[in-house]
């Protein structure tokens, strides 16, 4: 039996949520905006009647074949939480047969899953934002096959359940993500007018782009704006956490000089004694020379273009 493919949303006229992250962020792992953009224009054109669907083709398989039974889990995982709590309440799964549509935006979204919480408001923790979130009627269910990311999700997947939020009017959402070692785990959001309002201005431009042809310039290198954090809400806590990721910086360092210190003693200890195996109490020394063996000059192969986060603290008077 094939997998079932809920896609409801119809490239080049409409934008489905999934593609959103793509259209605010500029790209993702598998294509830039400036793609989408001429691709839709094309379907516009008639050039092409639909967009490629093969950039990931074991990614799309996995996620609909997994996501019957992690979209139950969900339910399962939320319905024992209803019944911890007093009277009868319940977690009810349903699986859409059409698509929530924005019309005067031309996005929509498809959803693996529809939530609904029966019977009264279920408080569900939130340990991305470490508050309780009461969930209560409907929400989103979004399943994830990320064996790359051990983390939560992404950007581009908040991204994706805002948008999905936003053309259903449900009010919170749920991610279930199957990460590496098949740990699974779920993560709530709230519907956030912010979020909602940059994805807009974003599609807005981005069909304005579509209509005029208009190209995206995605291969220039992105001005960095730095937002001013001083009076944030957040402000305090990211300090604190500055604080302890330099801290750990100047520990490893003093650890690696402490530990390149004793090796250097321990050797030039051996050396001096013309000894090269110990034994002291229940540890065995061993001074060994190590020999690399030539290897002939090759060609690297090439690799497709990735991507990483790094992340860098300085202040700003260095700069």
């Known amino acids: 039996m094939s997998a ?36 839709f224009r094309r379907i516009q ?15 799309a398989k996995r996620g609909q074949y997994l996501e019957p039974g992690l979209r139950e889990w969900v339910s ?39 939530l609904e919480i029966k019977g009264g408001v279920l408080p569900f ?4 934002e470490d ?13 994830k096959t990320q064996g790359y990311n051990s983390g939560p999700p992404t950007y581009e997947n908040i991204l994706q359940v805002q948008a999905q939020m936003f053309c259903s009017g449900y009010k919170w959402a ?25 994805i807009v201005e974003a599609v807005k431009d981005f ?14 290198e992105p001005e960095k704006t730095f937002v001013d954090w001083t009076n944030h809400s957040k402000s305090n806590e990211v300090m604190d956490l500055i604080t302890d990721f330099n801290n750990c910086d100047q520990k490893i360092k003093e650890q690696k000089e402490l530990k390149e210190n004793a090796r250097e003693k321990i050797i030039g200890t051996l ?14 020394v061993a001074l060994d020379t190590i020999v690399r063996k030539a290897t002939p000059e090759k060609i690297v192969p090439a690799k497709p273009e990735s991507q990483y986060e790094k992340l860098t603290v300085k202040e700003m008077k260095d700069e």
């Open 271 to 284: 050396k001096s004694e013309n000894v090269s195996y110990i034994t002291i109490n229940d540890k065995k």
């Open 4 to 39: 079932i493919i809920n896609k409801f949303s119809h490239d080049g006229f409409e934008i489905g949520a999934s593609k959103i992250g793509v259209i605010v962020l500029g790209k993702n792992n598998f294509y830039v905006r400036e793609y989408l953009r001429y691709q």
């Open 131 to 143: 508050k309780m979130v009461n969930l209560e009627g409907f929400g989103v269910c979004e399943i």
């Open 125 to 128: 923790y939130d340990r991305l």
């Open 45 to 59: 054109l008639g050039e092409i009647e639909q967009m490629d669907s093969t950039s990931a083709p074991n990614a």
């Open 207 to 220: 069909w304005k782009r579509v209509e005029d042809d208009i190209p995206y310039d995605d291969d220039s």
């Open 174 to 198: 749920i991610i279930g993500k199957l990460g590496p070692n098949l740990k699974f785990d779920i993560y709530v959001y709230e519907s956030d007018k912010e979020i909602q309002n940059t």
């Open 76 to 114: 399962d995982e939320l319905d024992e939480l209803c019944s911890q709590q007093e009277g009868q309440m319940s977690c009810n799964l349903y699986i859409p047969k059409e698509g929530f549509h924005k019309k005067e935006y031309k996005m929509a979204a498809s959803l693996d899953g529809i």
